[in-house]
């Protein structure tokens, strides 16, 4: 469904950044090219440095040229390039609001419904908004004005909570879009709709017959040149206090009334607040963590590389200790009657042998057992890179014997000749649109830090040296601690067979 945007104007705060250039502007643009930027729109990037309108729409030209190598549209481009417009804004000019509120008065250049996306240091998310407030730029009285705002929503719980309280003496929660790129994924999109538009998927989705779920997200990149960053962070903040506890949550959550951002909100709200807190006296059964080591990685054409390890990455950088986890795995229960006794195993990981993000539900003992130790049905969403779901089913092997093997019905979610569409490319739209039901709310983000806040603190807390795992490895064979029963085990992407330790 194409739904109908207002004439409006996108400011791009932190535009000359990194994911400004990779995904936003190429993003923005394929949005132009697909037919999706309504003829009144344009876009202001906001950058710290001086740079004519001239000089950043040759900028722009080679960011296309670069994202696009097989060329792209010349009119498109025309009509593009015409909508962009530079702005400086520099920190250290105490007038800088004041003269983009001058420069976005003309009318009849930038439309007045304004929505902001704020892709800069978090540090700064508060500052832009009260600025931005404090020259009447958030003003809805006769147009709408919208402010995104990028991850880490906090760096925990009263971070969180300090960072809304600031915004909201000058935005209303509707104003506000809380991002999550994982939920501008096609194929996370595609779990609710799986759930709830087959037949056969939502009787089964208990406690009755499903034996435990894993959700992984594994890369085969390391923390690269972000190491003062992650060194922070860490996996848990980094990967699974948003992407994969809202992954989480659209596949546990009852089915919403309908599909308004209100109803999937509160589906969504209200299984992340039946998570049962992890309990911190028995952190060792529940979670696991660990540091990659020097290694070889898998890189393009199947080659290996030879990496460094974490530890000396960041030796380079003159940090000579450090406890956080580039792998976490979390064994998470679910208070609820639909889940009671379910566990959700999570675990996300750098440098490991493959990239992959995946749902893997294994389902219960079948009701007639063959032979001992026969396979369990286990159902796939992969998210990436490859879309597809995966059912994985017994079925006879023909000829005189009564036996059976598994048969795998895989499902590739997309088809030739579908679209490409970057989550930020979906999710901008969204917020030109008014539709925040791929953003957060508050209530989500704060369910989420109050789950991982408690394994953080007593994780950073803990300076024994960490678990190391070789980088290109799989998981490490002790993470197996957090297993309720000895017959699970991580599931990876490969195909049947070779998928246990
Ligand atoms: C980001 C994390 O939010 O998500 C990165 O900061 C991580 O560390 C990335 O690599 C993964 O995103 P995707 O879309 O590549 O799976």
């Not at 017959?209 to 960053?229: A, K, P």
């Not at 948003?242 to 959550?253: C, E, F, I, P």
């Not at 009564?402 to 019905?409: D, H, N, P």
């Amino acid at each position: 469904m194409t739904k109908k945007i207002d004439p409006c104007t996108l400011v791009l705060f932190g535009a000359s950044g990194n994911l400004s250039r990779i995904k936003l502007i190429p993003g923005l643009f394929r949005l132009d090219v697909a037919g999706r930027l309504p003829d009144h729109m344009a876009i202001l990037s906001v950058g710290r440095g001086e740079v004519s309108r001239e000089a950043w729409q040759a900028d722009i030209k080679s960011m296309l040229d670069a994202k696009f190598k097989n060329g792209y549209d010349q009119k498109v481009f025309e009509r593009f390039i015409a909508r962009n417009h530079y702005q400086a804004n520099p920190p250290t000019d105490p007038d800088a609001f004041t003269k983009m509120k001058s420069v976005l008065s003309n009318e009849s250049i930038f439309p007045q419904n304004l929505a902001y996306f704020l892709s800069v240091r978090p540090t700064d998310f508060a500052p832009v908004v009260e600025q931005l407030s404090g020259v009447g730029l958030l003003d809805e009285s006769k147009y709408w004005r919208r402010v995104l705002i990028e991850k880490p929503f906090g760096t925990d719980l009263a971070s969180a909570k300090d960072l809304q309280a600031k915004i909201t003496k000058h935005l209303k929660e509707s104003q506000i879009y809380r991002i999550d790129h994982y939920l501008g994924k096609s194929a996370l999109q595609n779990v609710m709709l799986t759930r709830f538009t087959n037949a056969m998927f939502e009787p089964l989705w208990n406690n009755q017959y499903i034996d435990h779920v894993q959700i992984t997200n594994n890369e085969i990149l390391g923390v690269g040149d972000r190491t003062q960053f992650y060194d922070s962070t860490g996996a848990l903040r980094d990967m699974v206090q948003s992407h994969l506890l809202q992954t989480l949550a659209l596949v546990a959550m009852e089915k919403p009334t309908n599909l308004s951002p209100d109803s999937i909100r509160t589906e969504k709200i209200k299984l992340l607040e039946s998570i049962r807190p992890i309990p911190v006296n028995e952190l060792s059964k529940h979670t696991f963590r660990a540091q990659y080591a020097a290694g070889r990685v898998c890189v393009a054409d199947g080659h290996g590389e030879n990496v460094p390890g974490y530890l000396e990455e960041l030796a380079k950088e003159g940090v000579n200790e450090s406890v956080t986890e580039t792998y976490a795995a979390l064994k998470l229960f679910i208070d609820n009657p639909r889940w009671k006794g379910v566990p959700f195993y999570i675990r996300t990981a750098k440098r490991m042998h493959e990239g992959n993000t995946a749902i893997s539900i294994r389902f219960k003992k079948a009701p007639m057992q063959l032979i001992e130790g026969q396979h369990q049905n286990w159902l796939t969403l992969n998210i990436q890179p490859r879309e597809c779901i995966k059912m994985e089913i017994e079925s006879k092997i023909p000829g005189l014997d009564i036996a059976t093997r598994t048969l795998s019905i895989d499902a590739p979610q997309r088809q030739q000749g579908d679209e490409t569409i970057d989550s930020y490319e979906s999710l901008m739209l969204n917020l030109m649109e008014g539709d925040p039901s791929l953003y957060l709310h508050i209530n989500e983000v704060e369910a989420q830090w109050r789950l991982v806040d408690p394994v953080v603190k007593a994780w950073m807390a803990d300076r024994s040296p960490v678990h190391q795992y070789r980088a290109g490895s799989r998981d490490p064979v002790e993470s197996s601690v957090i297993f309720e029963t000895k017959d699970q085990f991580w599931r990876y992407s490969i195909e049947l067979g070779g998928d246990k330790h």
